[in-house]
């Protein structure tokens, strides 16, 4: 009696951390989504009698944007919200990550410096190096990075939520496994255009990133081209790679069925 409360005590403490799990996540793209809403619908509202050439011509039309006193505090109270859900997210999961992946236990203070200065590091190195310019494009590159970055570290969280030997009956539906495929689909296509639009693309953020204008790059243009054909090659590959998991429950499937075949032929035989 005492072990099937605490199986169930178990479950429901399971079930608990998955919905706060996913509300977490809901509410840190909920508030990234708000920011950039407000951020972009106002400089169109405000720009639609003026031409936005560069980063300075949008940073004029968000300063006459906040002339008014309502908006700067509706937008400080999104960015306070969200800024906290996504700190306390990152940590709870670069905790996760540096302990059972890395094998080190860092504290928390550790986790909030380590994750401040990879933030600082690029952006200080940009306004270093090509100032105001550079920071513009560090904000586009982030994105992009992070894009290409994208179906290659969903693969193995929709791997393992759709393998039954690892979430047992924690595993994800049939309509939400098609769902996430077509997901991984869309975010694949989304990253070839990505890269031929580096490639091939002739508009001011491209000639930016090639290094037509006379602002200094970053990052090389090449360098650029090889990290886009290789995060989709590698996004390929681990999308055709099964998970030894997978692998292990055939193997124990085979020896399953072949130990209840021979269970009647030594009964017969004794």
Request: aromatic share 10%; charged share 10%; hydrophobic share 50%.
């Amino acid at each position: 009696m005492s072990y099937m409360q605490v199986q169930r005590a178990h479950v429901h403490t399971l079930g608990a951390l998955f919905h706060d799990h996913l509300f977490s996540i809901l509410f840190t793209f909920t508030g990234v989504f708000l920011v950039n809403y407000v951020l972009l619908s106002s400089a169109a509202a405000e720009s639609s009698h003026n031409v936005i050439h560069t980063f300075h011509d949008a940073v004029e039309l968000m300063n006459e944007i906040f002339t008014s006193s309502m908006a700067p505090l509706v937008l400080l109270a999104v960015l306070l919200f969200s800024s906290h859900i996504i700190a306390l997210t990152s940590v709870i999961a670069s905790h996760v990550v540096t302990e059972h992946f890395f094998g080190a236990n860092l504290s928390l203070v550790a986790h909030h410096v380590l994750l401040k200065l990879l933030s600082m590091i690029p952006a200080i190195y940009s306004a270093k190096v090509a100032g105001s310019e550079g920071v513009y494009q560090l904000i586009i590159l982030c994105p992009v990075i992070q894009a290409f970055t994208l179906p290659s570290s969903v693969i193995p969280v929709f791997r393992i939520a759709s393998s039954s030997w690892i979430m047992g009956n924690y595993r994800v539906s049939l309509r939400v496994e098609i769902l996430a495929s077509l997901a991984f689909c869309l975010t694949l296509f989304i990253n070839i255009i990505f890269a031929a639009e580096i490639l091939f693309g002739d508009s001011d953020w491209t000639n930016s990133l090639k290094g037509n204008t006379e602002t200094p790059v970053l990052i090389p243009h090449t360098v650029l081209i090889l990290m886009s054909c290789a995060s989709i090659a590698f996004a390929l590959f681990l999308a055709v790679t099964p998970l030894k998991s997978s692998s292990r429950e055939a193997e124990t499937q085979e020896l399953s069925v072949h130990s209840q075949r021979e269970a009647p032929d030594e009964i017969q035989r004794s």
